[in-house]
């Protein structure tokens, strides 16, 4: 019996081969070359130049990366305070069972059809202080200069990514409530529990996976947010938007300086794993952990 269950383990063993040359050729090999670049002077056109540790002892030194950090993890720890609670409320809401929540929930799905640069675009005409939303509708308090001062470009492009990313949240907090088991909410309802009480004692509990599963996508993905940024701010003002995703394409495509921007490259990669590792501790060791731990 073990001799058939090894030898059917075994011929099975094959059908991870192809992911694994997916993952090689399209995330091993350019994480390396990109490693490699790191080191070397490029314009992108002409010769490549070895530098040594010239990019780096230019990127870390540099002061506008601090900055860029500081900018990086604002919007990435504003949008998580933004989407996860709002995430977290539809997501129980559009699970329920009445018919009329499933229409609701394709209409809260549809900014995710949408691409960030026509979201940008969108919002650029909507926030224009002579020609947009408030202009048309004649709503002094919308009538602002909403890009072109720091707090408000930075709190647009928080809202905008909000919008934009909600849905997709909601969708797995939606499927994460699916699978709390029915007798939970029938035991509570018997001791006379409410549905405020059921939500923060049975529900957020029972989605402590589910939150840091959607919290992990959430904060790693922030880190690569760059066409929205760059179609709706630019960076600006005063790079106030300007996060590292951006700086890197400014320096590789704008300033033809491919090394540095491939050091930027490498510290949002190490940036994004150490996140995902601490998030990923938050959850605990045991990979057969069950949803009703949560409890």
Do not use: C
């Not at 995430?87 to 018919?99: D, H, K, M, N, Y």
């Not at 499933?102 to 059809?113: D, E, G, K």
């Not at 909403?146 to 707090?151: I, M, Q, R």
């Not at 029938?186 to 006379?192: K, Q």
Request: charge should be positive.
């Amino acid at each position: 019996m073990r001799t058939a269950v090894g030898t059917r383990r075994g011929s099975l063993g094959w059908l991870v081969v192809p992911a694994l040359l997916f993952f090689t050729a399209f995330g091993i090999v350019p994480l390396v070359g990109v490693l490699a670049l790191s080191f070397t002077t490029w314009d992108g056109i002409g010769a490549i130049m070895p530098a040594g540790l010239a990019n780096w002892s230019s990127v870390l030194t540099d002061p506008g990366l601090p900055h860029a950090l500081w900018v990086t993890f604002l919007v990435m720890t504003l949008s998580w305070l933004v989407q996860t609670p709002l995430s977290i409320l539809i997501g129980v809401f559009v699970a329920g069972g009445q018919r009329y929540r499933a229409v609701l929930a394709v209409l809260y799905f549809l900014p995710l059809l949408l691409s960030s640069a026509a979201i940008a675009i969108a919002y650029k005409a909507l926030l224009d202080p002579n020609f947009g939303l408030g202009a048309g509708l004649g709503l002094p308090f919308l009538v602002q200069n909403w890009l072109g001062e720091p707090a408000l470009a930075l709190g647009v492009v928080v809202f905008v990514v909000s919008w934009q990313f909600v849905p997709f949240h909601s969708l797995i907090y939606q499927g994460g409530v699916r699978q709390i088991p029915v007798s939970l909410y029938e035991a509570a309802r018997i001791d006379g529990a409410g549905r405020v009480r059921q939500f923060f004692s049975i529900t957020l509990p029972q989605l402590k996976y589910t939150i840091i599963t959607s919290s992990t996508l959430m904060v790693v993905g922030s880190l690569t947010f760059f066409d929205l940024i760059f179609v709706l701010t630019a960076g600006g003002p005063s790079d106030a938007t300007r996060v590292l995703a951006l700086d890197m394409y400014l320096r590789g495509f704008r300033g033809n300086l491919m090394g540095p921007a491939s050091v930027i490259a490498v510290i949002l990669v190490l940036v994004g794993l150490a996140l995902a590792l601490a998030l990923r501790r938050l959850g605990g060791t045991d990979p057969n952990a069950s949803q009703l731990e949560g409890a």
